[in-house]
């Protein structure tokens, strides 16, 4: 069959360590995973993890600054550890990447019962490093996270303490949506979240395995 329409090109970031690119699919997101952080956001209580997606568009590559959105005072940096799936459900590698939110848009959303959609999803509102293959790693919870704006660190976080730990995100998210190979799924950020401006430059990383910096225009 021939299409009324070109297939869009692929989104791809940089696998270390090889030549091939790793095609971004589906692009899904917890919120509310570390205790301190729900506290900040005013929720207490353990509860079934939070999705919400992203398209794909709003992917950011290694190497790209990123323009302060429109509609927004309260642009805030979340820094998460991203998971990057493999085929038949697993983990096929790792990265770090930033949940960029346009805090007053969602603060109002939350306010009047209202979907998180504009608040979430936007150009340039998910910056992910290069993705590292997963190895013989089976345990995530000696990552650290940090995020740093203007040489100042903002956000220092233990993957340890996630309420829900990345295979258990995958065992959920999997009995509610079709998980595919390059799908990404960012897995929620610790306390510290904050106002980004322009001109800020940042860097995030899960210190001795990746790094990613980008600059806010
Ligand atoms: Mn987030």
Redesign the pocket.
Known sequence: MTFQFPKPEFISLPIQGSDNGFSVNHVY???RNYAAHAREMGVDDKEPPLFFSKPNWTIVTPGTDIDYPADTENLNH?V?LVIAVGEDKSIFGFGVGV?L?RRDLQTKAKNEGKPWFRSKCFAGSAPVSEIIPIGDRTDFSGFNLTLTVNGKVKQMGSCNDMIWNPGEIMCELAGEVPLQAGDLI?T??PEGVGKLEKGDDVVISIPELVELSFKIC
């Open positions: 997101c917890v919120g979340e998460e949940d939110t960012f929620g950020t």
